[in-house]
């Protein structure tokens, strides 16, 4: 009797002791697959914008702002001094006033083409003839022209260089002393004749398509000889400080 109740109890025990390690595998397997599953981030879905309800790309800076590329428009004013230099040994000098517009198309960043149309009118012009101020005669003039230029920008510092090559004339109009005041006697045109115009410059932006600066314009203007008179001009020159405005 002794002997079978040992045997029960041993066997007890066995039994015991198989389920314990079994619920200890078990238990092992699924803390281990718990630490899995904790451990492991899963990989985000994509965000798709759903174009009823946001726009593509909303937020994101604008890939083409302050960057001179596009459309070109440029417009320049100012003020300088004007001369012209004829026969027999004829000056006419005076302050004068400026502008220009230039419109056309970067063809790469930051290098424009684009079309000119500028004028310059010089005002209170002094008129000497062989080296003496003809005071009976005044004369007012003024140039007008037209051509091609070309731009580039050297970035980041916004400065540019331009070179435009056109035709002009000059428009005079003259006046002759009668006592105190100047009276009308007459105005002429010259024919056309090759213009140069350089210019160097330096903008800033102030958004971002637009750009302003301080910009300086020399110009060449030959009108052949061009008989006005009292005298004839052969060039004018003017050189002018402007304020620019760039938008592309």
Same mark, same amino acid.
């Given at each position: 009797? =002794?002997?079978?109740?040992? $045997?029960?109890?041993?066997?007890?025990?066995?039994? !015991?002791?198989?389920?314990? /390690?079994?619920?200890?595998?078990?238990?092992?397997?699924?803390?281990?697959? %718990?630490?899995?599953?904790?451990?492991?981030?899963?990989?985000?879905?994509?965000?798709?914008?759903?174009?009823?309800?946001?726009?593509?790309?909303?937020? $994101?800076?604008?890939?083409?702002?302050?960057?001179?590329?596009?459309?070109?428009?440029?417009?320049?004013?100012?003020?300088?001094?004007? #001369?012209?230099?004829?026969?027999?040994?004829?000056?006419?000098?005076?302050?004068?006033?400026?502008?220009?517009?230039?419109?056309?198309?970067?063809?790469?960043?930051?290098?424009? +083409?684009?079309?000119?149309?500028?004028?310059?009118?010089? /005002?209170?012009?002094?008129?000497?003839?062989?080296?003496?101020?003809?005071?009976?005669?005044?004369?007012?003039?003024?140039?007008?022209?037209?051509? +091609?230029?070309? =731009?580039?920008?050297?970035?980041?510092?916004?400065?540019?260089?331009?070179?435009? +090559?056109?035709?002009? %004339? $000059?428009?005079?109009?003259?006046?002759?002393?009668?006592?105190?005041? /100047?009276?009308? @006697?007459?105005?002429?045109?010259? &024919?056309?004749?090759?213009?140069? =115009?350089?210019? $160097?410059?330096?903008? #800033? #932006?102030?958004?971002?398509? %637009?750009?302003?600066?301080? @910009?300086?314009?020399?110009?060449?203007?030959?009108? &052949?000889?061009?008989? !006005?008179?009292?005298?004839?001009?052969?060039?004018?020159?003017?050189?002018?400080?402007?304020?620019?405005? =760039? /938008?592309?």
């Amino acid at each position: 009797m =002794t002997t079978k109740h040992c $045997l029960t109890d041993l066997r007890g025990a066995r039994r !015991l002791l198989t389920s314990g /390690f079994a619920a200890a595998a078990v238990l092992s397997l699924s803390a281990a697959s %718990w630490a899995h599953t904790e451990g492991t981030v899963a990989s985000p879905e994509p965000c798709v914008c759903d174009p009823k309800i946001c726009t593509p790309g909303a937020g $994101l800076p604008d890939p083409n702002a302050y960057r001179h590329d596009g459309f070109f428009l440029r417009l320049t004013l100012g003020m300088g001094y004007m #001369w012209g230099r004829g026969a027999p040994d004829a000056e006419l000098d005076g302050y004068a006033g400026a502008m220009s517009v230039s419109a056309g198309s970067m063809v790469s960043e930051n290098l424009a +083409l684009h079309f000119d149309m500028n004028g310059a009118n010089a /005002f209170r012009s002094a008129l000497s003839i062989d080296g003496a101020e003809d005071q009976t005669y005044n004369a007012v003039f003024q140039t007008t022209g037209v051509g +091609l230029g070309i =731009t580039y920008y050297l970035m980041p510092a916004n400065v540019y260089a331009s070179l435009g +090559l056109g035709a002009g %004339w $000059l428009y005079t109009t003259a006046y002759a002393r009668v006592g105190e005041n /100047f009276v009308l @006697t007459g105005h002429e045109s010259s &024919n056309f004749g090759p213009a140069v =115009t350089l210019a $160097l410059g330096k903008e #800033w #932006w102030v958004s971002p398509d %637009w750009g302003v600066g301080m @910009t300086g314009v020399y110009q060449y203007l030959s009108v &052949n000889g061009e008989d !006005l008179g009292k005298y004839t001009v052969d060039a004018v020159h003017h050189v002018t400080v402007r304020v620019s405005a =760039t /938008f592309n």
